[in-house]
């Protein structure tokens, strides 16, 4: 199994932007939002599912997309949201446990919940779907499921990557798309920088 060490890599990547819009109190976790198409590349690269393979322009016109990350920059979850609430072919999810209609607010913002993933397009990993929820609440969201029945839900069908969360081992093997799917002019630049995976 060829595992790549995230920590040699990450300062290489670079993220396009970093917009912080929420800080775990308990954690240092912290939620960013994701909108250029080189951090969806990434974010779906890093996470092994498909955000990558988004047009990142026309998939932010119905969507809102925040990442779980570390001081590291790693992210350990990605969170979809729909601006309009019936508007995405993804509506038929409630990864947190929410009323059918119920939303909250990011920069004044509706937003209606729908993914909260981790590695390999896995419902996340208890420890970051507590995070989701904490950031969902914050921003004036109300969750219906109990704590312990979404935490007994993500245990038995959450992403189990301890090696990549946990030892910041990624293993390419699962990733089914390559970090520049669409945007290979980018993937390019990158590489000349020195900055490439």
Known sequence: MALVN??????????AERNVVWRDTETSYRVERVRTQWDYEMEGYLLAHCL????ARLFNEKHEVFSIRGEEGIPHATILMCKVLGDSPYMMSNDLGTSATDFCRVEGE????????????DL????????ARAFYRAMGGDIVWKEEV?????????????KYHYGFLLDEKVNQFTYGYWNNAAAAQMQAAGRSL
Do not use: M
Request: aromatic share 6%.
């Open 52 to 55: 990558g393979t988004k047009n």
């Open 6 to 15: 995230l920590l040699d890599i990450l300062p290489r990547i670079q993220w």
């Open 150 to 162: 979404a935490d007994a839900i993500c245990r038995a069908h959450g992403d189990r990557d301890i």
């Open 110 to 121: 509706p937003l209606w919940p729908l993914q909260v993933r981790g590695r390999e397009d």
């Open 124 to 131: 996340a990993r208890a420890e970051f779907h507590q995070i």
